[in-house]
Structure formats: structure tokens, C-alpha cells
């Protein structure tokens, strides 16, 4: 089969097309035919080697991607009949596990880990859902705030901000958002109730309007110390890239991966769910073919991106 990974890391151009022996599904696993494939921060990291650690006793190929959409070609022992060959499905995928990443014509993925793709959306698309979205249900999750409550939100018009402000409006919470001039619109099409100017001076904007500071943030633009100042004393404060503090009033920071949702199935399966009753509104900013990951690479790199870059496996 068709992959595209790096034997060794670096930038952009060591993504090479492979060709790789064709997993086969085992005890408690499906095998999908990958369509699409979307492209994430996460991916330029194995590609970097930022996560060469947690595959310290693997050798190359690695193989990046965490979302995939496609249909299941092979279901392995025990599966069960909740998932059946010809399947349209969503999956996330564990690309530091020994099967490697999305980036392919075929994975093997937990059966766990895959769910039906939301009816009507097409397969790049509904590649581009699970991974951020799961993560903005971790981060909501971690500050548990009541709906009737208030919850900010910095990056909002990012992948994860934008689901962030989407999911907490869909709990019953008011949503204050950041956004840059040119992002306002988007955001407020999210569904935010407040929207402040992003930046270095967000925490005290937010403070304009909830002078005592919010119970709750999602730090989608990875700002740690300096959006601290906007929560309230003993709120919390959800960081996406493990930054865990030391923050001060007694805010607890709380770091996330979203490997702690990778096998909830009941969760992955909602977020299709709301995709479809129009509660999650999925964007894809291209759709190149798989051999221009190099390219796809480079442009997520850039910065400026709305919606997610996704490479065609079809």
C-alpha cells in the first residue's frame, strides 16, 4: 500500500511516498480504507521529531496523521456488529502504535476508535472532525462549569477554538471568544456571545467584561502565562500543549491530550452525531493529493490557515 513518512526528521521535504506491506486487522481491530486524511499540528511534530520519544523502541518509516475517513475494508476477531466492511467511517488514530498513521491507503485501528461518518458530509470533510473536535470536549470537560456559566475561549478561530466555542454554546454556556479583525465574522458564526481582540492583552479584555474573571478557559492559542490573569480564583484553565503551570489564586491549570479520548466511542460517536444536527460545522481550507504532504506541510508551517488541509488518499 501507498503511505507517505519520514525515515528520518526534519522539515517538510523528508515526507516521501512509500511502499508498505498491507496491515491486516487483529483482535478487536477494523481495517479502513483511508479516502482523506486531514493534516494537524500534531503531524508536524512526528514529522520534527518532537514525539521521537514516545517511539524510542520503533525504527522508521513513521508514518503521521490522527484523523482519517474512509470505509472498512476488513474487521478483525471480536469485533462485534457495530462496525461492518463497506462502512463509512471516521477513525482517530494512534500514529506513534505500531500500525503508524493516517497517511495511508489502509489502517489498523482499535475498533474502539472508529465510528460511523456523519451522514451527508463528504469524506474530506469528515476527516477533519475528530481529533480537534474531541480535544474542545476534553478542555470543556476539564473546566466543568455548569451550564448558565461563562467560559472564554483564545484561538477561536482556530480548529479546536472554533469547535471549543460551538460545543460549550451547545452545553448552554455564554461564550467569550478572541478574534482578530479578520476572524470576527467567523467567530461569531461559531456562536460566541462576546468577542474581545486577540493578543498579548486578551486576559484584560476579558476582564472588561467579567471584572472577577472567568471560572473557565480554553487556551486554544497556546498563550499559558498570559491569559492566567482571566481566570478567576480557584477557575481552570485548559492547555492544549502540556503546559501545566504554576499559575497563581489557586487556578488550576489542566494539561490535555487528546489520546485520553481515543477510544471513547460514545464521545467520538456524539461528535459525528452533532456534526449532523448542525451543532459542529466542519472547514477544510484544501484538498491536495497525498503525494504534496510535503507542500501541505509547509503551508500549515505558514500560519493563516482557516480550516484544515487534508491530502487525498481516494
Known sequence: MK?????????????????LPEPVAGPGEVRVRVRAAAVNPTDVLLRTGGH?????????????????????????????????????????VLFTGEHGGAYAEQVVVPAASVVPAPDGVDFPAASTLLMNAMTARLALDALAVPAGGTVAVTGAAGAVGGYAVELAK??????????????VERVRRFGADHIVERGPEVAARIRELVPE?????????????????????????????????????GVR???????????????????????????????????????????AHRRLEAGGLRGRLVLDFS
Do not use: K
Open 3 to 19: 503511505a507517505i513518512g519520514v525515515y528520518d526528521f526534519g522539515g517538510p521535504d523528508v515526507l516521501r511516498v512509500l511502499n
Open 52 to 92: 521521537a520519544v514516545r517511539m524510542a523502541d520503533r525504527r522508521g518509516p513513521f508514518v503521521p496523521g490522527m484523523d482519517a475517513a474512509g470505509v472498512i475494508d476488513q474487521v478483525g476477531p471480536g469485533v462485534g456488529d457495530r462496525l461492518a466492511v463497506g462502512q463509512r467511517v471516521v477513525a482517530m
Open 170 to 183: 451547545a452545553d448552554g454556556l455564554t461564550v467569550i471568544a478572541d478574534a482578530a479583525p479578520g476572524d
Open 213 to 249: 474573571g472567568v471560572p473557565g478557559l480554553v487556551d486554544g492559542s497556546m498563550q499559558t502565562v498570559e491569559v492566567v490573569p482571566a481566570v478567576a480564583d480557584g477557575g481552570t484553565l485548559a492547555e492544549l500543549r502540556g503546559w501545566s503551570g504554576p499559575a497563581e489564586r
Open 253 to 295: 491549570v489542566r494539561p490535555l491530550m487528546v489520546t485520553e479520548g481515543i477510544e471513547d466511542t460514545g464521545g467520538l460517536d456524539a461528535l459525528c452525531r452533532q456534526v449532523e444536527n448542525g451543532v459542529l460545522s466542519l472547514h477544510v481550507a484544501e484538498v491536495l493529493p497525498a503525494e504534496q504532504a510535503a507542500e
